[in-house]
């Protein structure tokens, strides 16, 4: 009888216990090697971080993980210390919901864009995805994985309907099919079924393409504000 996580998400039975080894053993080799090579830039970061804007280097909130379970989630700060969060929960609700997005250049985006919390070190940072980096801690740590879903807050659960919930039985990852299929131009249903693709497709070598299609999104700033 399968066990089910603490809001009801039953764990996910696909791939082997070989290949999730796998999995494992790449996102903590790689995650560790790529802490060691960025390690400058990390300093770097954040010196620009603490001579900007008042306030501490990393920002932690709490994220649902894999079967619902919560966990300390780790970026740079972006954001102008002690900001109010109730334009992101509003957001959120719209943009789970189905409302429309914003526009942007004459695009739909579905992100708050133009946010004034945002510092202009902030921007930069979003914009490269280079606010991500300290997930990778979240990766050694075993609560995520260089590849999976996006870990929602708490709030944004709020709003799901039953079948999102799909997303949470594995673990999240700081990339994935979202990042390289358009970012924050993929409504948010679009974003779900491209996560239940990779769940139920999961692969070494899906994974590695992912990573490689990663840095080119990064470097050219695509979907991100």
Do not use: C
Not at 3 to 15: K, L
Not at 49 to 65: A, L, N
């Amino acid at each position: 009888m399968r066990t089910r996580g603490p809001i009801g998400i039953a764990p996910a039975q696909a791939g082997t216990e070989r290949s999730l080894a796998v999995k494992r053993t790449i996102d903590y080799l790689l995650a560790g090697a790529f802490v060691v090579l960025t390690a400058p830039l990390f300093a770097l970061i954040a010196l620009a971080i603490k001579v900007t804007s008042s306030g501490p280097v990393f920002f932690m909130q709490h994220r649902i993980g894999q079967d619902g379970r919560l966990f300390p989630f780790f970026k740079f700060r972006t954001m102008r210390h002690n900001s109010d969060d109730r334009a992101h929960r509003e957001f959120s609700r719209d943009f789970i919901t189905g409302s429309n997005g914003n526009s942007s250049n004459g695009a739909k985006v579905y992100k708050l864009t133009r946010d004034p919390r945002v510092t202009w070190v902030g921007q930069f940072l979003r914009r490269t995805s280079l606010d991500e980096l300290p997930q990778l801690f979240n990766v050694l740590r075993g609560e995520m994985s260089l590849v999976g879903p996006r870990p929602p807050l708490p709030y944004e659960l709020e709003h799901y309907q039953d079948w999102h919930k799909r997303r949470l039985s594995i673990r999240p990852g700081i990339t994935g099919l979202w990042q390289v299929s358009g970012r924050s131009s993929v409504p948010f249903d679009e974003m779900v079924l491209l996560d239940v693709y990779y769940i139920e497709h999961r692969s070494t070598l899906m994974d590695l393409r992912i990573m490689a299609k990663t840095l080119p999104v990064m470097f050219n700033g695509s979907g991100a504000y």
